[in-house]
C-alpha cells in the first residue's frame, strides 16, 4: 500500500516528466512567429530559458521521486511507547547497581 506522501510525490513525478517534455516538443517542434518584430533571435531568449525550466523540471520530478520511494515513518504511537519503555528499562538496572555492595579501598 502506498501511504499519501509517496503518492503525491508520484503526482508530483510524473507531472514534471509530463510538463518537461510538452514545453519540449513546444519549443523546439511548435512553428514560430514573431510578433513583436524583434530583431533579437529566438535561440537566444530560448536556450536560457529552456535549460532554467528543465532545471526546474528536473528538481521537482527529483523531489517527487524522493518522496514516491521513501517508506513512511513510523506512527507516533509506536515511538511514544518505546519511549516510555526506556525509563522503566533503566530505572531497573540503576536499582540493581544500588543493591551491589561497593568494593573496599586498600589503603
Not at 503525491?8 to 514573431?34: D, E, Q
Request: proline share 9%.
Amino acid at each position: 500500500m502506498v501511504s499519501k506522501d509517496q503518492a503525491i510525490g508520484g503526482i508530483i513525478f510524473i507531472v514534471c516528466v509530463v510538463v518537461g517534455i510538452l514545453y519540449t516538443i513546444g519549443l523546439f517542434f511548435w512553428p514560430v512567429r514573431n510578433y513583436f518584430g524583434s530583431s533579437v533571435p529566438l535561440w537566444l531568449i530560448a536556450i536560457p530559458v529552456f535549460l532554467a525550466f528543465i532545471a526546474i523540471m528536473a528538481i521537482g520530478a527529483w523531489i517527487g521521486w524522493t518522496m514516491a520511494t521513501t517508506p513512511p515513518p513510523k506512527p507516533i504511537e509506536e515511538l511514544t511507547a518505546k519511549a516510555e519503555e526506556k525509563p522503566a528499562e533503566e530505572a531497573a538496572t540503576e536499582t540493581e547497581e544500588e543493591k551491589k555492595p561497593e568494593p573496599k579501598k586498600k589503603t
